[in-house]
């Protein structure tokens, strides 16, 4: 019976598919060209979010060509060891075989329950190398100077021309030297062993370009990133020069959205950024070049490594308990872990499947730096032993339809995870004089950046918004989210007798999508003096006039420029 099992023809159908999906993940990757030098940056946005849906579309084609070929045979659990052994044998010389085994997972997970999730029969471990390189398969270039630094810069850009013309190169190059013999120690640039090496694909996000890669000697490294921008009727500028790590880092952050980059060997530009970013974990910079479904197998991988190998224990996230969701963290893993709560407070006039649809939305939109990315999980399980009693008693109070007890075992039957960051009205309780007015400065930022791009967080109390390892404000508590478009912004209307005013009620009517900005400095701020300084740093986003201005201008289709660097002032 085993022979005669169709192990190998399956094998070749689920690679089959997974050919058909990187086909098409190419194709919408390699317009990003043209769509910068086009300035569609309308069309660059809806290109993102159909290169994100098509993960799942093509995981749903391939499950039901299965289905419909092999019919019941499909399904006989106890064979499929017999099928991940000749996905091996087909996957073993590719460049992006790391890639297929997590194919290999979804198209299992899409026939079977999770009870049946194995080893010998999926990739829970990987059987590829790290990391690994391929001989031949050369992804970056290289240029020295040779004493010259301009020379060195110019070579840069004759090797990266576009179908638009730079709008003056002499200027941005002078530019450019002054910040890269600002950015790095003199004796560096006089090094005759000097070195830029470029990953050889430009990277292409929202209305930007990137040149990556590193500048290095014998002895030391820095990351390096020249973002370019195409103004339109003006041709390409190149933008900045970015040495500094923490900035570099930035701009792959989980609050951006996905690279849209050609990458022939996956593994070894992960490796590569690795190496330039080595704070980065390699989940992350999967996911950051639009691998997100590999990015959530390296995360999951990384999970259960860290609780085989500590004594680390879950607890309940600090800060505000939510009305929605409940949230646990992994001290030493800078995780946290969102499940939905089976009731919700009374104040909240949403349910599950509307909030499920939120978090999933926040996948597909531009999150300007100010969202954090999640990743939806099924069906987890834990040791009991890895929870501390209290979280999981409250766990199992709040959402026993999520979090079940079975023996020594906890089922988490759906969860998000998202970055731990730390709440921005803990941040504030502890910050100085400084950091509050600086907190407060980008929090305003992160608001009018999110609305910028047609996203109105809802609620928008300080708990929602968290303070990330670089000191930026993201907004992470999605159940209220909507588009901006969607709001009716007004003005409260004037009282029409004294009384009006002493009424606990109000005096005019309120429909469903109504907000008025007007009402948000108390609703915001209990504390008076940050009340006051954030009304003299974004005083105008209580005023209703100031929202209905950014929806025209979204209605316009104007795409605004969110820069994930600071930018310096072009050569006088």
């Known amino acids: 019976m085993a022979q005669q099992w169709p192990a190998g023809e399956i094998a070749q159908l689920i690679l089959d598919g997974f050919d058909d999906y990187r086909e098409h993940f190419r194709q919408i990757t390699d317009g990003a060209r043209a769509r910068f030098e086009l300035a569609q940056w309308q069309e660059a946005q809806r290109a993102s979010a159909a290169r994100i849906n098509l993960y799942e579309d093509k995981v749903g084609e391939t499950r039901d060509h299965l289905q419909q070929v092999f019919d019941e045979v499909l399904l006989e659990v106890g064979q499929w ?15 992006d075989d790391e890639l297929a085994e997590t194919w290999f997972n979804s198209i299992f997970c899409s026939l079977f329950s999770h009870d049946l999730i194995s080893d010998g029969c999926m990739f829970v471990h990987t059987t590829r190398p790290s990391l690994r390189s391929h001989p031949g398969a050369a992804q970056t270039r290289s240029y020295r100077p040779a004493g010259e630094l301009a020379d060195m810069l110019r070579a840069i850009f004759e090797d990266h021309r576009f179908d638009v013309a730079y709008e003056d190169l002499p200027r941005d190059l002078q530019r450019l030297e002054q910040q890269l013999r600002a950015s790095l120690p003199d004796w560096v640039c006089k090094d005759p062993e000097l070195c830029i090496e470029l990953f050889s694909s430009v990277l292409y996000r929202n209305k930007g370009a990137y040149l990556v890669g590193r500048i290095y000697t014998r002895d030391e490294q820095w990351p390096l990133a020249i973002p370019l921008l195409h103004r339109e009727g003006h041709g390409i500028q190149v933008d900045a020069l970015i040495t500094d790590e923490a900035e570099v880092s930035i701009i792959f952050s989980f609050t951006r959205s996905y690279f849209m980059v050609d990458v022939a060997v996956p593994a070894e530009f992960v490796g590569f950024l690795k190496r330039i970013l080595p704070g980065k974990h390699i989940a992350e910079l999967y996911t950051s070049i639009g691998f997100y479904k590999h990015g959530k197998s390296e995360f999951y991988r990384a999970l259960i490594g860290h ?3 500590s004594d680390d224990r879950f607890v309940m996230a600090p800060g505000v308990r939510g009305m929605v969701m409940s949230v646990f963290t992994l001290p030493g893993f800078n995780t946290v872990f969102k499940i939905i709560k089976d009731r919700f407070s009374h104040a909240k ?11 999933r939305l926040v996948k597909s939109v531009d999150r300007v730096g100010r969202l954090a990315d999640t990743q939806e999980f099924a069906d987890f399980r834990f040791p009991k032993a890895k929870f501390a009693p209290e979280c999981l008693a409250e766990l199992l109070e709040v959402a026993p339809s999520t979090v079940v007890l079975e023996g020594d075992t906890v089922l988490v039957r759906h969860c998000w995870t998202e970055r731990r960051m730390t709440p921005l009205n803990l941040y504030l309780e502890n910050a100085n004089e400084a950091q509050v007015r600086e907190a407060l400065e980008d929090y305003g930022l992160a608001i009018k950046q999110l609305a910028a791009a047609n996203i109105f967080p809802g609620d928008m109390l300080l708990k929602n918004f968290g303070v990330t390892r670089h000191g930026r404000v993201v907004f992470y508590d999605y159940d209220e989210i909507c588009f901006l478009t969607e709001v009716n912004f007004r003005h409260i209307p ?3 007798f004294p009384e009006d005013e002493m009424s606990s009620e109000p005096w ?13 400095p108390p609703f915001l701020f209990a504390d008076i003096k940050q009340r006051r300084l954030f009304s003299q740093l974004h005083g ?3 005023d209703a ?3 209905k201005g950014l929806q025209e201008a979204i209605v316009q289709g104007k795409v605004i420029d969110v820069f994930p660097y ?7």
């Open 81 to 95: 060891p017999l099928v991940k052994s000749a996905y091996i044998a087909l996957i073993d010389l590719r460049f």
């Open 508 to 520: 005019y009517s309120v429909g469903p999508m109504d907000v008025f900005p007007e009402e948000f």
């Open 494 to 496: 004037p009282p029409r």
């Open 349 to 359: 006039n949403v349910d599950r499947k509307t909030v499920i649809e939120k978090y």
């Open 545 to 547: 006039d100031y929202w």
């Open 540 to 542: 105008n986003l209580y």
């Open 307 to 309: 609780l085989a190998t």
């Open 566 to 572: 600071r930018r310096k002032s072009p050569v006088a």
